[in-house]
T-cell receptor, first 113, second 114 residues
Framework: GDSVTQMEGPVTLSEEAFLTINCTYT??????LFWYVQYPGEGLQLLLK?????DKGSNKGFEATYRKETTSFHLEKGSVQVSDSAVYFC????????????FGKGTTLSVSS | KAGVTQTPRYLIKTRGQQVTLSCSPI?????VSWYQQTPGQGLQFLFE???????NKGNFPGRFSGRQFSNSRSEMNVSTLELGDSALYLC?????????????FGPGTRLTVL
């Protein structure tokens, strides 16, 4: 079945460092891809999405490009802030008659000043 | 526009009891999905309701059930609670086409089973 694999965490960075969180997927169709972020004690917030190959999603300085040839959707940010500390989830939706999301295990990011 | 709301936010139950959780979607959203989040299994899809009908179901036992009302509000019920049901239960809503597959999440209900 469909699946999402994320790099293991935690990821620990200093403020203003470059961030990459790797995400690869397995899907039989043409899924939509998402990054969600979860702050402590809260639900999930949509960070960005991409619905077709070569689409680039971006929000709040974060970017991810839908790469069909490598089945990847890596999250990047050029300069992280302490406030970016959270858990990041990569997810896909196969759109086969519903909206069920399949999530990766999540990557914890910790940014220190 | 108000976001997805879930009640209650925290719940403590004992084994064998049953529990009902409630979710109010974003105004105008007709699809409501439920997810279970645990440290061991991560985020897992429970079921989705659209226009009061279950449209999709994850791999959970029949003790987990749900329903949706005509105003799109949804409830999920867990009967005969087990210790392993302790989790954060997240509700998400999405709009009708063309933005069908973007889900917006509520803050969750933290269920503890003792």
């Amino acid at each position: 079945g469909d699946s999402v694999t994320q790099m293991e965490g935690p990821v620990t960075l200093s403020e203003e460092a470059f961030l990459t969180i790797n995400c690869t997927y397995t899907a039989t169709g043409y899924p939509s891809l998402f990054w969600y972020v979860q702050y402590p004690g809260e639900g999930l917030q949509l960070l960005l999405k991409a619905t077709k190959a070569d689409d680039k999603g971006s929000n709040k300085g974060f970017e991810a490009t839908y790469r069909k040839e490598t089945t990847s959707f890596h999250l990047e940010k050029g300069s992280v802030q302490v406030s970016d500390s959270a858990v990041y989830f990569c997810a896909l939706s196969d759109r086969s008659g519903g909206t069920a999301l399949i999530f990766g295990k999540g990557t914890t990011l910790s940014v220190s000043s | 526009k108000a976001g997805v709301t879930q009640t209650p936010r925290y719940l403590i139950k004992t084994r064998g009891q049953q529990v009902t959780l409630s979710c109010s979607p974003i105004s105008g959203h007709r699809s409501v999905s439920w997810y279970q989040q645990t440290p061991g299994q991560g985020l897992q899809f429970l079921f989705e309701y659209f226009s009061e009908t279950q449209r999709n179901k994850g791999n959970f036992p029949g003790r987990f059930s749900g329903r949706q009302f005509s105003n799109s509000r949804s409830e999920m019920n867990v009967s005969t609670l087990e210790l392993g049901d302790s989790a954060l239960y997240l509700c998400a809503s999405s709009a009708a086409r063309p933005d069908t597959d973007t889900q917006y999440f509520g803050p969750g209900t933290r269920l503890t089973v003792l």
